[in-house]
C-alpha cells in the first residue's frame, strides 16, 4: 500500500509540474508565469530612475555611441556613422517595445495564428490573401538594392537581434511569458511589412464592391446624383486656381464598354474610415517670431502601447528628433535645425477590383485582353498553434491576388469573390530612402528630392523650413487613371480598364509659399476640380479642413501655442450646418416633457464637442438616427440584402437642407408615407430615449465624455492594461479627432528660427512594459492638451536639466 501512495503522490507531482509549465487553451503556463525568479514580477521596474550611467559591450557595432535619456525615457543617440546610428536605434527601440513591434510584423505577415492559435486562421488568411506579405518582399527588393536603405535596413535589424540575444526567460518581456512563445530573429523584412500594415490601415478601404451594387439596383442617374464625384462644399488642400507648374500628360480615354461591364452582382474588419489627421503651416509672415511654425498630429487607434516612439538621432551629416513606428528605423515625423515635416493620409483611390473570367473550374486560366493567360498559384503555409499546418492556396493575375477565389463568407465585407486586387501597396517602393532624405533635409530642395522615392501608402507631407518657407505635396504612387476608373468594379477581360501608368511624381497636388501664408491639410480632397488628374471620388468630409483653414486665414502673430490650442478645437461644423435645420422641423407642441427638456439643451448650444458638455451626446444620437431612417431602407444590407454604403455627408446634408419631398424620405419598408418632420422628431425621440435609458433622466451623466467613452486598449487587448473612460472632449470630423477609439496618436508643434523648439506627446509612454512608470505616464499631458517640451541636444555632452541617465554603447 504504501508503494501505491508513494507512486500516486509522484504522478500528482508530475501531472501538477505538467499542468503548471503547459499553456492551455488561453491561459498561459501558470508555474513558469508566476514564477518569482523568471515569472511576470521580473518585469516589474523600480520607480526610480536607473543609475546615472551605464556601459554596454554590443557585438556589431563599428565604433562607441553615446546615448542620453531625458525624464520621458526619451533616448538621444549621438554614433559616428550611420551603421551604429541605426545599429543603436534598433537595440534601444527593441529594449522598450519588442514585443509590440515583433507581434505588429505577425499581424502584417498573417502569422497571429502561430500565437493564439486557430481563432485567428481567418484573420491570417486574410492578410495574405489581400498580399501584405507579397508587397512587403517586394518593396524589399527596392530597398535592397539601394546602398543607403540596405545599410540602414541591415544595421538597425542587427541591433534589435543584439536586444533579443540579450534575453533569457528571465527578462523576456511580459507578453511573451503571458501568451507563451518567444521572440525570433529580426530581418530586414519585418520592416518593409509594418510599413505594408500602415499601407492597409491608410489605403485598404474600398468602396468599389458597395458602389457597384448600388448601380446595379439603382442605375447610373441615381448613383451619379447621390454620390457625386466632387463635394458642394469642400476646401481643398491645394486651392482651386493655384497655378500649375507642369503640362500635363494625357489621361486615359473612358473605355466605352465601362458601364456595360458592371452588370453582374457580385456577393457580399477593415480599415477604420474615422482615421485620419491634421497638419499644417504658418509663414513667418503669420508668425510673432518671424519664422514659420508647423504642427502635426496624426489619427489613428489608440493604443499601449502606443504607436509612435520618440528618439533623437545623430551622426555625421544628421541631427533629427521625432517619433518613429517601433520596428521602422529613421524618424518618420520630426525636425532638426532647418527644417520640420509631418504627414497626413491623402486616402487617394489606389486600390482596385477586376473581375475575372476563368476558363473553367479549375481555375489556371483567365480572359484578358483577347486570349487566355495562367493563373500564377502561391501556396501560403500557415502554422497554427496546437493544430496542423494550414495549405492555402492563393492564385494570382496580372493585376494582383484573387483574395477569394470561390465562394465562402469572406473575412472583409469590402471583398468581392473572384475578383483580382490591383493596390499600389504591392508596388515596389522605398520608403525607407525618403525618409533618410527628409531626416537629413536642410532645404524645399532636398524635401522635394526625397518625396521622390515614396510610394505607398500615399501622405501629405507638410514642410516648412528656417529659409522661411512653406509647403505641401499630396505624395505617393498615384495610378493615371481615366475618370472614376475605380469607383466601382472594373473589367478584368478588358485591357483598357487596367491602370495605364502613373501620375508623374512632379504632377502630383502641391503649393509652395502661398500668399494667404498657410499650407494645411486635414484629409480633404488634394486638389479641386482644376486638377488634371483624377485620384479618387470620396476623401475626408470638409469640416476639419475648413475649420482649420478658417482659424488660420485670421491668425498673426501666430506662437507655437497658438497651433497646439487649434489642435484642440472642439468645434463641429456639421452641428452648426445642420442643427438650425433639424430644430426647424421639430414641433415643439408634440415632445414629451423629457424631449422637450432635451429640444430645449440643443438650442442653447454653442456646437462646441466638449468633454462636459451634453448637446454633443444628443446630436451624435439625434443626427445619426436621422440619417439611418433617412437611407437605411434604401441602401442598408439588411433591407436591401446587398453590401452598399450610405451616400456621403455633403450629398445627405443637402438633401435634409433643400429637399424635403425627395422620395428618400420615405420608409418603403412602411405602408404610410414619411415626412421629414416626422423622421427629426422620431430621431430626437431616439435620442432621448437612448440616453435616458444609458443614464437616467438628463443631466450630468448625460455630458459628452461619458456618451463618447474613449478607451486607449492594449495592443492585444489584454484586460487591464489600457486606460478606460478618458475624460476628454473632440470627435470624428473635428479638429480635436478623439472619437471612442482613435485619435491624435501624436501631436507636435514646431517652431523654426535660428534656435529651433519644439513640443510634442502621445498618448501613452516611451516603454512598452506595463510594469515600468513609462509605460503610461504622458496620458495625462496628452489628455489635458498639453504637450511636453521636445529637448534637441546638439552635442553629447550637452547640459539640460531634464536629461537624467546615460548609457555608453561600446563595440
Given amino acids: 500500500m504504501a508503494w501505491i501512495k508513494a507512486l500516486l503522490t509522484l504522478l500528482i507531482s508530475i501531472m501538477l509540474t505538467w499542468v503548471l509549465n503547459t499553456k492551455l487553451g488561453d491561459a498561459p503556463p501558470f508555474g513558469r508565469f508566476l514564477s518569482p525568479f523568471r515569472g511576470f514580477w521580473q518585469n516589474a521596474e523600480a520607480a526610480t530612475d536607473k543609475p546615472a550611467q551605464q556601459e554596454l559591450t554590443l557585438a556589431g557595432l563599428q565604433a562607441p555611441v553615446q546615448v542620453r535619456f531625458d525624464d520621458k525615457r526619451v533616448p538621444h543617440v549621438f554614433a559616428q556613422n550611420d551603421h551604429d546610428l541605426y545599429f543603436a536605434q534598433g537595440y534601444l527601440t527593441a529594449r522598450d517595445r519588442l514585443w509590440q513591434m515583433e507581434f505588429q510584423t505577425h499581424v502584417a505577415a498573417g502569422r497571429i495564428s502561430e500565437i493564439v492559435g486557430e481563432r485567428a486562421l481567418e ?19 527596392v530597398m535592397m538594392t539601394d546602398a543607403t536603405t540596405r545599410t540602414v535596413l541591415e544595421a538597425y535589424s542587427a541591433g534589435v537581434n543584439a536586444y533579443i540575444n540579450s534575453l533569457s526567460d528571465k527578462t523576456l518581456p511580459f507578453e511573451y511569458k503571458l501568451l507563451d512563445y518567444k521572440p525570433e530573429p529580426w530581418q530586414p523584412l519585418k520592416c518593409a511589412l509594418l510599413l505594408k500594415l500602415m499601407a492597409w490601415d491608410l489605403s485598404g478601404r474600398s468602396d468599389d464592391l458597395r458602389l457597384s451594387n448600388a448601380l446595379n439596383k439603382y442605375g447610373p442617374g441615381i448613383v451619379n446624383d447621390l454620390f457625386p464625384n466632387y463635394p458642394t462644399r469642400e476646401d481643398p488642400i491645394v486651392p482651386v486656381g493655384t497655378p500649375q507648374d507642369f503640362q500635363p500628360v494625357p489621361v486615359p480615354a473612358t473605355p466605352p464598354t465601362f458601364a456595360a461591364a458592371l452588370s453582374e452582382k457580385v456577393p457580399a474588419r477593415e480599415p477604420d474610415a474615422d482615421l485620419g489627421s491634421n497638419n499644417f503651416a504658418v509663414s513667418g509672415a503669420k508668425s510673432a517670431s518671424g519664422f514659420p511654425l508647423l504642427a502635426n498630429d ?115 465585407k469590402q471583398t468581392p469573390i473572384r475578383h483580382a486586387l490591383r493596390w499600389t501597396a504591392h508596388e515596389g517602393g522605398n520608403e525607407v530612402r525618403a525618409f533618410y532624405g527628409l531626416n537629413r533635409a536642410q532645404n524645399y530642395a532636398d524635401y522635394t528630392a526625397a518625396l521622390q522615392y ?29 475618370a472614376n476608373q475605380g469607383k466601382f468594379i472594373l473589367d478584368g477581360t478588358n485591357a483598357a480598364h487596367d491602370w495605364q501608368g502613373w501620375i508623374p511624381a512632379a504632377h502630383n497636388p502641391h503649393i509652395r509659399n502661398p500668399a494667404r501664408g498657410f ?26 479642413g475648413h475649420r482649420i483653414n478658417e ?10 501655442d497658438s497651433l497646439r490650442l487649434l489642435q484642440l478645437d472642439n468645434l463641429n461644423l456639421n452641428a452648426q450646418l445642420m442643427l438650425p435645420r433639424m430644430l426647424a422641423l421639430v414641433q415643439p407642441q408634440q415632445l414629451s416633457a423629457a424631449q422637450r427638456r432635451t429640444y430645449d439643451t440643443m438650442r442653447r448650444w454653442n456646437y462646441f464637442y466638449d468633454a462636459g458638455a451634453i ?9 445619426g438616427n436621422l440619417v439611418k431612417c433617412l437611407w437605411d431602407d434604401d441602401f442598408g444590407t439588411a433591407a436591401t440584402g446587398l453590401e452598399m454604403r450610405y451616400p456621403p455627408r455633403d450629398r445627405t446634408n443637402n438633401l435634409l437642407l433643400t429637399q424635403d419631398t425627395s422620395r428618400w424620405i420615405d420608409d418603403r419598408r412602411t405602408p404610410r408615407r414619411e415626412t421629414l418632420p416626422e423622421l427629426v422628431q422620431a430621431s430626437l425621440r431616439f435620442a432621448t430615449d437612448s440616453l435616458t435609458r444609458k443614464f437616467g433622466p438628463r443631466g450630468p451623466k448625460w455630458r459628452w465624455a461619458n ?11 489584454l484586460k487591464g492594461f489600457g486606460r478606460l473612460d478618458l475624460d476628454v472632449g473632440g470627435g470624428a470630423a473635428i479638429v480635436n479627432a478623439i472619437s471612442e477609439r482613435n485619435g491624435p496618436s501624436w501631436r507636435m508643434v514646431v517652431a523654426l528660427g535660428p534656435q529651433v523648439r519644439a513640443y510634442g506627446v502621445f498618448p501613452g509612454g516611451q516603454s512598452g512594459n506595463p510594469g515600468s512608470a513609462h509605460y503610461d505616464d504622458m496620458i495625462e499631458t496628452w489628455r489635458k492638451g498639453e504637450l511636453n517640451e521636445l529637448i534637441f541636444l546638439r552635442k553629447p555632452d550637452e547640459q539640460h536639466p531634464r536629461v537624467k541617465a546615460a548609457m555608453a554603447l561600446r563595440p
Fill in 707 to 717: 456618451q463618447k467613452s474613449t478607451d486607449i486598449l492594449h495592443l492585444a487587448q
Fill in 454 to 482: 515614396y510610394a505607398s501608402p500615399a501622405q501629405n507631407f507638410i514642410f516648412a523650413s528656417a529659409q522661411n518657407e512653406v509647403a505641401i505635396w499630396p505624395n505617393g504612387k498615384f495610378p493615371l487613371k481615366w
Fill in 615 to 623: 448637446a454633443p451626446s444628443v446630436f451624435e444620437l439625434w443626427y
Fill in 123 to 141: 484573420y491570417d488568411r486574410f492578410q495574405r490573401r489581400m498580399g501584405l506579405p507579397f508587397g512587403a518582399r517586394k518593396s524589399l527588393e
Fill in 298 to 412: 496624426p489619427h489613428l487607434q489608440l493604443n499601449l502601447p502606443s504607436i509612435w516612439y520618440q528618439i533623437q538621432l545623430m551622426a555625421p551629416g544628421v541631427n533629427v528628433y521625432g517619433v518613429t513606428i517601433p520596428g521602422s528605423p529613421l524618424v518618420i515625423i520630426g525636425f532638426n535645425g532647418q527644417v520640420a515635416w509631418g504627414v497626413t493620409n491623402v486616402g487617394a483611390d489606389v486600390l482596385d477590383w477586376y473581375q475575372l473570367k476563368f476558363k473553367d473550374n479549375t481555375r489556371r486560366e483567365y480572359w484578358h485582353d483577347g486570349r487566355w493567360k495562367p493563373v500564377r498559384r502561391v501556396v501560403e503555409r500557415i502554422r497554427v498553434r496546437g493544430r496542423p499546418d494550414r495549405l492555402d492556396t492563393v492564385l494570382y493575375t496580372h493585376h494582383g491576388p484573387v483574395v477569394y477565389d470561390h465562394d465562402e463568407k469572406v473575412f472583409n
Fill in 519 to 544: 499650407v494645411s491639410s486635414a484629409n480633404q480632397f488634394p486638389a479641386g476640380p482644376d486638377y488634371p488628374y483624377y485620384l479618387g471620388w470620396s476623401f475626408a468630409t470638409w469640416e476639419r
Fill in 551 to 560: 482659424r488660420l486665414s485670421v491668425m498673426q502673430g501666430a506662437t507655437a
